[in-house]
């Protein structure tokens, strides 16, 4: 079974902190992607990683950065956390074979920011 | 650029019964793919139900079965014999292009009720 591990199921920030979200995956999937889910917004796509050191902003990408220097390993990162980027974060891989486009999610991280 | 549609926020449903859920999409690609989302409470998302664009067979997963109208743009998922477990968020999703990514709708709550 392909599993998704992201490092922190809740965490509390404060207004300005640099925070890292992480997420790993065992399966050799060359496509990881972040996303983030908002109540009636449903999954908006901040960044995804087709490759190593690659990366393309998503839908909503302003305020975050990201960082894969491993295959298995994707990196979220807020600069200077702000509060309006308190939401559940979630992470996500899948082969590069286009055919299935098939996704395979973490648990999620939901971030409070104070 | 791709939009999906999940028009109805919240839907209940006894359990034992069937129930519809509604997504429409919108596209000038011909092929492409389109996929059902689970998200239990506090659980991971997992994927329920998945279907091709050039296969005009609905695709069915044990109770769970879509109605794909491609003219209609219309992708709705039907769950026979509705149990307590299939209480969730479920999200339509849309992924066409060179990578894999997805467009996904809103979601919908649904709650099967004893």
């Known amino acids: 079974d392909v599993k998704v591990t992201q490092s922190s199921r809740y965490l509390v920030k404060r207004t300005g902190e640099k925070v890292f979200l992480e997420c790993v995956q065992d399966?050799?999937?060359?496509?990881m992607f972040w996303y983030r889910q908002d109540p009636g917004l449903g999954l908006r796509l901040i960044y995804f990683s087709y490759d190593v050191k690659m990366k393309e902003k998503g839908d909503i990408p302003e305020g975050y950065s990201v960082s894969r220097e491993k295959k298995e390993r994707f990196s979220l990162i807020l600069e200077s956390a702000s509060t309006n980027q308190t939401s559940m974060y979630l992470c996500?891989?899948?082969?590069?074979?286009?055919?299935?486009?098939?996704?395979?999610f973490g648990a999620g991280t939901r971030l409070s920011v104070l | 650029a791709q939009t999906v549609t999940q028009s109805q926020p919240e839907m209940s449903v006894q359990e034992a019964e069937t129930v519809t859920l509604s997504c429409t999409y919108d596209?000038?690609?011909?092929?492409?793919?389109l996929f059902w989302y689970k998200q239990p409470p506090s659980r991971q998302m997992i994927l329920v139900i998945r279907q091709e664009a050039y296969k005009q067979q609905n695709a069915t997963e044990n109770r769970f079965s879509v109605n794909f109208q491609k003219a209609a743009k219309s992708f709705s998922l039907k769950i026979s014999d509705s149990q307590l477990g299939d209480t969730a968020m479920y999200f339509c999703a849309f992924g066409t292009g060179a990578n894999s990514k997805l467009t996904f709708g809103k979601g919908i709550t649904l709650s099967v009720r004893p």
């Open positions: 399966m050799d999937h060359e496509n």
């Open positions: 996500a891989s899948s082969l590069s074979d286009r055919a299935w486009y098939i996704q395979y």
């Open positions: 596209t000038s690609e011909n092929n492409y793919y």
